[in-house]
């Protein structure tokens, strides 16, 4: 049987990013019946909205993807669907000879691929011939994608318009489908990061004391990022980069490894070494079953720090190799920013070990001029790592907070649930306070007091 792709692949090749939402929700057996496959093709029935069941069929050579359904995209999100459905769950699919509707799939596809292979023996495309044919398929899609982009961000910035000549009073009336409506006009438009910035917009009305000035200045930082992405030609590549991750384009950490092994330098010298302290690590598990685990590190050497990011669908494992309270030297390439931040692993060198000497701000003052000098640099950046000396838990009605030694506060995030175990580990005691920093509250990670280092 051919190798069957991983779900990151296939979902890349999804032909917008709500074909891919619907496909992982077809990615269950109860939404197929006579599901099969053999050793060149799979194949299964979906019931849709019509009176017979969708016949959907790939062909694991290529792949190739063929359905019943009436939808234009392709692939469609049926044959999408299917093919996550044999990555994660590959038992489920009977092993047997195909139907008739597939096999003669088949072999139309094979009476095709004969008539099209050139008539002297051998004349194979080269490699190089294949490379172009697959550059030329990719700028096809990236200029199909710029364009998308394009039109959603035309329709957004409309939007923001009017949203403030309406006066921001109005938006507390608003329903939550009018939020959501426009998030999802920007998914269709492939920019998954404004996506999630307008359902930011959405919680801002119902937040308390403040809210006009909350929900004010989340709508600048879009408009900014709307103006920049329409100058992007003039501006450094750097801040292209900047702008191109919030809008919603990704790069992967294998795409930054091959950069560096394909520099003409000596192996390694790309990366930047040192020895990195792991400061504190979170798990989140968005939506679609996809977990993202990010690691704060700290280079005790060049005294900035970095962001390592894993991914993972379904129950597939997250990368575990690092855990807070270690160290390691290692080398560590960051993607491109104006204000480098994430970062990979491209080499390590020795085994972990422990660190005592902690780096981190004297007071709060310190903290957060630290976060305006690299919103200065990258407006977008969603959270900030703060390590906090001397700082005390305390409860100030409802909410939690910490205060340094010169009496300055900053809220705990809502979220954090370990507001009383924070306090017990200090005992009413100054330690030091590992986080991350959203521009209105710290969300801890860790913590270390005089008895050692705990995870919170």
Not at 82 to 111: G, I, K, M, N, Y
Not at 309 to 338: H, K, Q, V
Not at 418 to 441: D, Q
């Amino acid at each position: 049987m051919p190798h069957v792709l991983t779900p990151e692949q296939i979902l890349a090749l999804a032909p917008d990013a709500s074909s891919a939402n619907a496909a992982k929700g077809l990615a269950t057996a109860r939404k197929w019946a006579a599901l099969g496959r053999s050793d060149r093709a799979a194949w299964g029935e979906c019931q849709g909205s019509g009176k017979d069941p969708y016949r959907t069929q790939i062909d694991l050579n290529e792949p190739a993807f063929r359905c019943s359904c009436p939808s234009r995209k392709f692939p469609c999100k049926h044959g999408l669907g299917l093919f996550l459905l044999l990555a994660h769950t590959p038992a489920v699919f009977e092993q047997t000879a195909p139907p008739a509707w597939v096999a003669e799939w088949l072999s139309r596809r094979d009476q095709s691929a004969r008539q099209r292979s050139p008539a002297t023996p051998g004349a194979e495309p080269s490699e190089t011939e294949r490379q172009l044919k697959r550059a030329s398929a990719a700028s096809r899609s990236a200029a199909a994608r710029e364009a998308k982009v394009a039109a959603g961000v035309a329709e957004l910035g409309q939007w923001l318009r009017d949203l403030v000549r309406q006066g921001l009073s109005e938006t507390q009336s608003r329903p939550p489908s009018f939020w959501a409506a426009m998030a999802a006009r920007m998914v269709d438009a492939q920019a998954p990061g404004l996506a999630r910035m307008v359902r930011e917009l959405a919680g801002a009305p119902a937040s308390g004391d403040g809210w006009q000035t909350r929900l004010l200045e989340r709508v600048a930082r879009i408009h900014l990022l709307l103006e920049a992405y329409g100058r992007m030609a003039t501006l450094p590549e750097p801040v292209q980069a900047d702008i191109r991750t919030a809008i919603g384009w990704t790069q992967s950490a294998a795409a930054l490894r091959d950069a560096a092994e394909a520099t003409d330098e000596a192996p390694g010298s790309a990366g930047l070494r040192d020895r990195w302290l792991v400061l504190g690590q979170r798990v989140e598990e968005e939506e679609d079953h996809l977990r993202t685990q990010r690691t704060w590190l700290w280079g005790s050497g060049c005294a900035r720090p970095a962001l390592l990011l894993s991914f993972a669908m379904f129950n597939r494992p997250l990368d575990r190799s690092l855990a807070p309270g270690m160290a390691i030297d290692a080398e560590l390439g960051f993607f491109p920013s104006n204000y480098p931040l994430r970062a990979v692993v491209q080499q390590r060198h020795g085994p972990p070990e422990a660190f005592e000497q902690l780096p981190g701000f004297p007071d709060l003052i310190a903290a957060t001029g630290a976060y305006a000098a690299a919103l200065a640099q990258m407006p977008w950046t969603e959270r900030f790592p703060m390590m906090l000396h001397q700082v005390v838990p305390a409860r100030d009605g409802e909410r939690w907070l910490v205060r340094d030694r010169a009496g300055h506060v900053v809220p705990l995030a809502a979220s954090f649930a370990y507001g009383w175990r924070l306090l017990a580990l200090s005992g009413g005691r100054p330690l030091t306070l590992f986080g991350e920093w959203n521009g209105l509250s710290l969300l801890p990670l860790s913590a270390w007091n005089e008895e050692g280092f705990e995870i919170l």
